[in-house]
């Protein structure tokens, strides 16, 4: 399988990886504006609800492909990191952040989950997946000090705490299941998907049914509109292209994508939801940024750890 290349001035991609770099590009893109799209569904749908719906729906749409394309169902340990991979970046990591994203402004969100490839990082470590660095602990003190400066100084508004933490641990969710799906061997990013949305439903949708949520579908055309956007791009084609991109890269490196989220995300919020942005909110999430890139981005990459065998010819049809 082709890797990522890393020269001395900071992430290079190799002609091989141009596809996988295009992927990246676009999931980048699509994937600032979710955490808005989650915010104006959550004005209307319960979060647990509103979430088990939309991985539902992408279930069914991935279902309807792997039957149409007859692609090979996995089999034992593929079949468990499938489901595993499933219950912790959608089932975990979206009940996190649907109900954190009712207090937590968009902007703040994508910034607290800049923290992911350090997390992803750290995590991959400790699963003996990749190699420590220390410059990945100094970027994360400097991404720390810029939490705080943008949490005290904010948005405009005050902040929920256990909903910021809610955030912060739908990060650790999704860094987990990074780490998990590369320890595991690999198939088609449309049948693990499929399987990973369809675990990830069931577990949102018991949460709904303990919170005693109201089931609903939406009522106003706003909510429909990012609603349907969540379910077509926020999740079936940005999920494709987030596994499609992780099959070829290092777990740490395609966690960078969250670095880009909150450009795109702070734009889109403050043009479509009025959100306020403070001149230390901006200076607090550029410290974080400047961490991340400090211990996650800037020097060259440890060489990673061989992984299970994975069947990238059947990946790229």
Same mark, same amino acid.
């Given at each position: ?17 141009? @596809? ?36 539902? @729906? ?47 402004? @968009? ?118 509109? @990012? ?91």
């Amino acid at each position: 399988m082709s890797r990522s290349s890393f020269s001395d001035r900071g992430l290079g991609v190799t002609g091989q990886n141009r @596809a996988t770099l295009i992927a990246f590009i676009l999931l980048v893109i699509i994937g600032g504006s979710n955490a808005v799209a989650v915010r104006i569904s959550n004005l209307e749908l319960p979060p647990f609800w509103g979430a088990a719906t939309r991985f539902g @729906a992408a279930a069914l749409i991935f279902w309807i492909i792997v039957l149409l394309r007859r692609l090979t169902l996995p089999k034992g340990k593929a079949l468990v990191g499938a489901l595993i991979y499933g219950l912790l970046s959608i089932g975990a990591a979206y009940s996190f952040l649907y109900w954190g994203l009712l207090r937590v402004p @968009a902007g703040l969100t994508m910034v607290v989950l800049a923290f992911v490839p350090l997390l992803t990082l750290l995590l991959a470590v400790a699963h003996g997946l990749e190699t420590f660095r220390w410059r990945g602990l100094i970027g994360a003190l400097i991404a720390i000090a810029g939490i705080i400066l943008g949490v005290y100084g904010g948005l405009g508004t005050s902040f929920h705490v256990p909903s910021l933490l809610a955030v912060f641990a739908g990060g650790v969710c999704i860094a987990e299941a990074a780490v998990v799906f590369k320890l595991f061997p690999q198939s088609h990013p449309v049948v693990t998907n499929s399987i990973a949305f369809t675990a990830g439903a069931f577990l949102l949708l018991c949460l709904s049914l303990i919170a005693g949520e109201g089931w609903q579908l939406p009522a106003t055309a706003n909510t429909w509109a @990012a609603f349907t956007y969540l379910v077509l791009m926020g999740s079936v084609v940005l999920f494709y292209l987030y596994l499609f991109v992780l099959s070829r890269w290092d777990a740490s490196v395609t966690a960078y994508s969250f670095l880009l989220f909150p450009v795109s995300t702070v734009v889109i919020a403050a043009l479509l939801l009025g959100e306020v942005v403070t001149i230390s909110f901006v200076a607090g999430g550029a410290l974080v940024l400047a961490g991340v890139w400090q211990g996650a981005i800037k020097g060259p990459a440890p060489a990673a750890t061989p992984q299970a065998s994975t069947p990238t010819e059947d990946i790229v049809t």
